[in-house]
């Protein structure tokens, strides 16, 4: 928590791409303060179109949807995914980046209110995230390609393998009660299961997505 930056470089070294007086966007430690020291490969310039509070919600979620659709998963064009928690940060970004590549997004939320805004949003598939009653309605769909989960509940997992075609591929994003990958490929081997985190991304890897 507090990484997510939006500012005005105050100072830059002499090689430094950045300049003083430039808006930047990016990841940095300590971002909950006024003012931050941080390698200039995680800032990237920041689009005028944007306000600093827009901006500063911004590169967490959006660099966990892009490289969990893209590097991770590569979704392709008329696959079907499904969004745990679509209705949180990384999920609207997901359905937005989902969007883009053309995919067909499956999604769930835990309240009435969320399902409805993601009905709102264009969303035709949206089920309950609260236990895995999501299991049958999704089954009934045929099942999904990708998924990107979240949940830690009991079965939460083990529900949203099952939904996965044969050869599907599953995204944790989670910070707790995460399955190691032996555990999930005892229960389907045929699935490819990665486990993805901002937090352990180089410098670079970070530049690299925000651009």
Request: hydrophobic content about 45%; glycine content about 12%; aromatic content about 4%.
């Amino acid at each position: 928590p507090g990484s997510d930056v939006a500012g005005v470089v105050v100072s830059a070294g002499a090689s430094s791409s950045l300049q003083p007086g430039q808006a930047v966007f990016g990841l940095s430690v300590g971002a909950l303060g006024t003012a931050v020291a941080c390698p200039e490969q995680t800032l990237v310039a920041m689009p005028p179109c944007l306000s600093y509070e827009a901006a500063s919600t911004m590169p967490t979620v959006f660099i966990t949807a892009q490289l969990a659709m893209g590097a991770v998963t590569g979704v392709q064009p008329g696959e079907r995914v499904l969004v745990h928690a679509a209705a949180g940060g990384v999920g609207l970004a997901a359905l937005q980046v989902l969007r883009v590549l053309g995919a067909v997004p499956v999604a769930t939320a835990g309240s009435p209110s969320k399902r409805s805004l993601l009905r709102s949003l264009g969303v035709q598939a949206v089920v309950g995230s609260r236990d895995t009653q999501y299991v049958g309605p999704l089954a009934c769909l045929g099942g999904v390609d990708v998924v990107l989960n979240s949940l830690t509940s009991p079965g939460m997992v083990g529900g949203s393998l099952s939904v996965l075609r044969r050869g599907g591929r599953f995204v944790e994003i989670g910070k707790r009660d995460i399955w190691a990958p032996a555990a999930a490929a005892a229960e389907r081997p045929d699935v490819a299961y990665s486990l993805l985190a901002v937090d352990f991304l180089p410098d670079e890897g970070v530049q690299s997505a925000l651009q």
